[in-house]
Nanobody, 121 residues
Framework: VQLQASGGGLVQAGGSLRLSCAPS????????MGWFRQAPGKEREFVAA????????YYADSVRGRFTISRDNAKIRMYLQMNSLKPEDTAVYYC???????????????WGRGTLVTVSS
C-alpha cells in the first residue's frame, strides 16, 4: 500500500495551493482517506477526511471554510484545496487512509510521505 502526496510549495499569506494524494497497491473504494499536518515543533494534527465511496467530509475547526477535501474516483486521486492560507498553516502535510471511519481522524493505518507547505507573511 502506498500513498503519494504532492503539490506543496511556498505561497504568500492569502494565497492558495492544491495538494494531491495518489493511493496505490490496493482497492481504496471503501476506505476513508484524509489529510494531516505537522508544523515545526508541534504534534501531527488532523486536517480533513472523506469517505472514498460516500459523500461525507470532515474538517478540523482551524481549516473549515478555507480548505476543501475532494476525490476523483476516475483518476484515483484525493485533493486538498487550500485557500486563504495563513502562516500558521505552514507544515508538512500527509495523506492517510483507513478502512474504518472511527480511525481516519485519529490513527489511520496507512500513511504517505509528506509534502511541505510554507506560507509566508
Amino acid at each position: 500500500v502506498q500513498l503519494q502526496a504532492s503539490g506543496g510549495g511556498l505561497v504568500q499569506a492569502g494565497g492558495s495551493l492544491r495538494l494531491s494524494c495518489a493511493p496505490s497497491g490496493r482497492t481504496f473504494s471503501s476506505y476513508f482517506m484524509g489529510w494531516f499536518r505537522q508544523a515545526p515543533g508541534k504534534e501531527r494534527e488532523f486536517v480533513a477526511a472523506l469517505g472514498w465511496s460516500v459523500s461525507s467530509t470532515y474538517y478540523a475547526d482551524s481549516v473549515r471554510g478555507r480548505f476543501t477535501i475532494s476525490r476523483d474516483n476516475a483518476k484515483i486521486r484525493m485533493y486538498l484545496q487550500m485557500n486563504s492560507l495563513k502562516p500558521e498553516d505552514t507544515a508538512v502535510y500527509y495523506c492517510a487512509a483507513d478502512p474504518k471511519r472511527g480511525n481516519i481522524a485519529n490513527s489511520p493505518q496507512y500513511w504517505g510521505r509528506g509534502t511541505l507547505v510554507t506560507v509566508s507573511s
